[in-house]
T-cell receptor, first 112, second 113 residues
Framework: AQRVTQPEKLLSVFKGAPVELKCNYSYSGSPELFWYVQYSRQRLQLLLRHISRESIKGFTADLNKGETSFHLKKPFAQEEDSAMYYCALSGLSGGSNYKLTFGKGTLLTVNP | NAGVTQTPKFRVLKTGQSMTLLCAQDMNHEYMYWYRQDPGMGLRLIHYSVGEGTTAKGEVPDGYNVSRLKKQNFLLGLESAAPSQTSVYFC????????????FGPGTRLTVL
């Protein structure tokens, strides 16, 4: 069975501080990992996916297959980063029907 | 190109009433999904579809039915609503293309009294 664990429900940091949102997963095959962000009462938006290895809004995430982790990091948090962040996992191929398994989310608050 | 849209945006039902939520996408995507979002639970997959005329159960399908008569529409039905179905419902779609992702609708906030 596939599982995504986000150990922190809430995370509060001050503006300019580094932030790390943790994500661990379990999956028997080749996973594809995503981070989605949801600003207050809005739809989910894709933030990052591991296969593209890009940096969006200053966020990065590296897939660590040894530790089965995909932590989201930003060196200097901004107030506009305050949102709910979801880590999600999908099978890499169409055989999984690209179903997403979500973690329970981490609510990030960046204080001024 | 509207992307993924959902109607209605809000709805209040009484226990036992029925309703249908509509999801529409104009991106010609093969796959469509219905999730529910509850505090502290993240998003959980209710049902999904891999193409027109096909549907399959997700993680929490009980109490819901779905239909995909047209490729662009995915309907979620509640035959007899219960307070436990109070939630925010999100629809998503994606193409059958490795490396792409799911695109989400704006959500429907449903309250069952």
């Amino acid at each position: 069975a596939q599982r995504v664990t986000q150990p922190e429900k809430l995370l509060s940091v001050f503006k300019g501080a580094p932030v790390e949102l943790k994500c661990n997963y379990s999956y028997s095959g080749s996973p594809e990992l995503f981070w989605y962000v949801q600003y207050s009462r809005q739809r989910l938006q894709l933030l990052l996916r591991h296969i593209s290895r890009e940096s969006i809004k200053g966020f990065t995430a590296d897939l660590n297959k040894g530790e089965t982790s995909f932590h989201l990091k930003k060196p200097f948090a901004q107030e506009e980063d305050s949102a709910m962040y979801y880590c999600a996992l999908s099978g890499l191929s169409g055989g999984s029907n690209y179903k997403l398994t979500f973690g329970k989310g981490t609510l990030l608050t960046v204080n001024p | 190109n509207a992307g993924v849209t959902q109607t209605p945006k809000f709805r209040v039902l009484k226990t036992g009433q029925s309703m249908t939520l509509l999801c529409a996408q104009d991106m010609n995507h093969e796959y469509m999904y219905w999730y529910r979002q509850d505090p502290g639970m993240g998003l959980r997959l209710i049902h999904y579809s891999v193409g027109e005329g096909t549907t399959a159960k997700g993680e929490v399908p009980d109490g819901y039915n779905v239909s995909r008569l047209k490729k662009q529409n995915f309907l979620l039905g509640l035959e007899s609503a219960a307070p436990s179905q109070t939630s925010v419902y999100f629809c998503a779609s994606r193409p059958n293309l490795a490396g792409d992702t799911q695109y989400f609708g704006p959500g429907t906030r449903l309250t069952v009294l």
